[in-house]
């Protein structure tokens, strides 16, 4: 008998991770894995960093931990020390209760939860995304509905930022429109903005309406400093205007494997946050 789900075609290999069977397949002793970005040790291991060892020792001592259901927004602590770690402890958006964050599956995760909230609660159901951008990004917000359009980020001539061709695009962009940014150590060019350039990128999305969607996922990679490195996102949240900000913790903790993230709205009030705070993004 035929499986009801024989006109299944069988999914393309993914590129990235076809690159680390391959590497698992080679006899080779001197080989390297240029697959999924990952911190290893000298003998190919992954690395754990050693605060993360003490910090599964706590838990695994702590008699009072149990396994009930977290609520469905996820852990409150961690959700409000996540908020305060890409906003800053004394961000007025934290301490007037603007903001609603929710515990995702690390980035991708809290990527798609955004975009299935922005294609049921937002006016606009167009994203721009910078070119080139993370493999996923586009097929993530495809899928939640969203129509995705580019506009200009790299230029290979240069090494270095199209900044001409980005305020062109945003500036073409129609009001109201989604754009995704980098938070910092752009993937794949590891090109970011200056602090100047993050302020005329400001200006010119808050002039359009254009709302600010952050995929922050090497907080503390680009600089070394996790304060610096959320500069691009304290810029915006500063000026009392909205935006979400996606956050993982794969790369900067190490915890690929856990899918740990965060969903970050940023409102414009207390009242709006929670809102957000009470009810399932989509």
């Known amino acids: 008998m035929d499986s ?3 006109n299944v075609a069988r999914a393309p290999e993914d ?4 690159v680390t069977v391959a590497y698992n397949n080679d006899p080779s002793p001197v080989k390297i894995n240029l697959g999924v970005g990952a911190y290893r040790t000298e003998e190919g291991k992954p690395l754990v960093l050693d605060v993360v060892r003490k910090a599964e020792q706590l838990l695994v001592n702590d ?9 469905i927004v996820g852990i409150a602590d961690f959700n409000k020390l996540s908020a305060k770690l890409i906003l800053g402890a004394d961000s007025p958006a934290i301490t007037e209760s603007r903001v609603a964050t929710i515990q995702c599956l690390s980035g991708t995760g809290s990527l798609r939860v955004g975009a299935e909230f922005l294609k049921k609660h937002y006016h606009q159901s167009v994203i721009y995304i910078p070119k080139p951008t993370w493999g996923n990004h586009p097929k993530v917000f495809n899928l939640a509905g969203l129509s995705v359009e580019y ?8 090494r270095g930022l199209d900044f001409k061709g980005l305020l062109e ?11 995704l940014l980098h938070a910092c150590a752009h993937n ?11 302020e005329q990128i400001r200006q010119l999305m808050r002039s359009k309406s254009l709302l600010p969607f952050f995929d922050s996922a090497y ?3 680009a600089s070394g400093s996790l304060d610096t490195d959320a500069q691009s996102v304290r810029t915006f949240v500063a000026d009392g205007g909205e935006c979400l900000i996606a956050q993982s913790y794969a790369k900067n903790m190490g915890l690929y494997g856990e899918r740990v993230g965060a969903l970050s709205i940023v409102c414009k009030s ?9 009810l399932p993004p989509f």
Not at 15 to 18: A, E, F
């Open 4 to 6: 009801v789900f024989s």
């Open 15 to 18: 590129p990235i991770l076809g």
């Open 63 to 71: 008699p009072s931990r149990v396994k009930e259901y977290i609520p």
């Open 151 to 158: 506009f200009r980020y790299y230029d290979p001539a240069t």
């Open 169 to 179: 695009d945003l500036g073409a962009a129609p009001s109201g429109a989604i754009v």
């Open 188 to 198: 794949p060019t590891g090109v970011d903005p200056t602090s100047e350039q993050w």
């Open 219 to 221: 907080q503390g990679f």
């Open 270 to 278: 207390a009242d709006v946050a929670s809102k957000h705070q009470l």
